[in-house]
Nanobody, 115 residues
């Protein structure tokens, strides 16, 4: 069982920045593929960014060049640095941890980009 706790969401003006954190329980963190998803009202949940256990990353086209995913295996934590935020980035952001045959989800953190 892996528990994921996200933090760092909030209200920010367009053009601003936020850093989301996701702390994972357990001792297998360095083996997990970690990712951030988001879901805006009336829209489907979408993958934002992913980082493999080896550190390779991939991003949704809509966030490339603005968002950076990283991980600290010593702290069992994955981060999402979000810069140049836009109103369309408003959503609930979820952290996931993937192991073979199963994906764990966090409870989500709200990000609102508005003036």
């Amino acid at each position: 069982q892996v528990q994921l706790v996200e933090s760092g969401g909030g209200l920010v003006q367009p053009g601003g920045s936020l850093r989301l954190s996701c702390a994972a329980s357990g001792s297998g963190f360095r083996l997990y593929a970690m990712a951030w998803y988001r879901q805006a009202p009336t829209k489907q949940r979408e993958l934002v960014a992913r980082i493999a256990s080896g550190g390779s990353t991939n991003y949704a086209d809509s966030v490339k060049g603005r968002f950076t995913i990283s991980r600290d295996n010593d702290k069992n934590t994955v981060y999402l640095q979000m810069n140049s935020l836009k109103p369309e980035d408003t959503a609930v952001y979820y952290c996931t941890a993937a192991i073979p045959l199963y994906t764990y989800w966090g409870q989500g953190t709200q990000v609102t980009v508005s003036s």
